[in-house]
């Protein structure tokens, strides 16, 4: 299970505060995504980078930030602006040859009260 | 945009029975079809996926069908045992450097002794 890691699994916040959660991955992989995962829906592509400070918008950035200062790291800022925060939040990556793959982070389940 | 349906939403069978999901796409440019199985509390995890060059794909007791004329595919689990009850995503993009996903909302398996 190594190779992506979130951290925390669990996290608590008040509402109208910010929080950062983190990914990091060893497995040398170019892309990286942010995904959101409410129950009985599918997963929702939040941000995703192709390389290393570049990052895009997906289907659904409104209220969340992203940076990609390092190849390793994508950590994701869920800010007071995102009206339903409380989800459970996946981090994947993809290797930029001929695998299509994406490979997903064990998750956080932010809890916003 | 890429839109994926899946359905059903719940399925019921009995060990050994067969068990079949499917799902239907919008983009017709869409070429590379994953599916995801993820287990309560954990990441998801590619099962099986396919290519628009190809119509079906066999991996053991799962297969994934292709009809691109009609735009759908499916997911058949053959001989189900009780660790195949989990919930399995599809999901669609088009091969392209960057690879969007589109999920489907998920279908729950439930298979008992």
């Known amino acids: 299970d190594g190779g992506i890691t979130q951290s925390p699994k669990y996290l608590f916040r008040k509402e109208g505060q910010n929080v950062t959660l983190s990914c990091e991955q060893n497995?040398?992989?170019?892309?990286m995504y942010w995904y959101r995962q409410d129950p009985g829906q599918g997963l929702r592509l939040i941000y995703y980078s192709q390389i290393v400070n570049d990052f895009q918008k997906g289907d659904i950035a409104e209220g969340y930030s992203v940076s990609r200062e390092k190849k390793e790291s994508f950590p994701l800022t869920v800010t007071s602006a995102q009206k339903n925060p409380t989800a459970f939040y996946l981090c994947?990556?993809?290797?930029?040859?001929?695998?299509?793959?994406?490979?997903f982070g064990p998750g956080t389940r932010l809890t916003v009260t | 945009g890429e839109n994926v349906e899946q359905h059903p939403s719940t399925l019921s069978v009995q060990e050994g029975d067969s068990a079949v999901i499917k799902c239907t796409y919008s983009?017709?440019?869409?070429?590379?079809f994953p599916w995801y199985k993820q287990e309560l509390g954990k990441r998801p995890q590619l099962i099986i996926d396919i290519r628009s060059n190809v119509g079906e794909k066999k991996d053991q007791r799962i297969a994934v069908t292709l009809n691109k004329t009609a735009k759908h595919f499916s997911l058949h689990i053959t001989e189900t045992q009780p660790e195949d009850s989990a919930v399995y995503f599809c999901a669609a993009s088009r091969d392209t450097g960057f690879q969007k996903l589109v999920f489907g909302t998920g279908t729950r398996l439930l298979v008992s002794p």
């Open positions: 983009d017709s440019a869409s070429n590379y």
């Open positions: 994947a990556t993809r290797t930029s040859g001929s695998s299509y793959e994406q490979y």
């Open positions: 497995l040398n992989h170019d892309a």
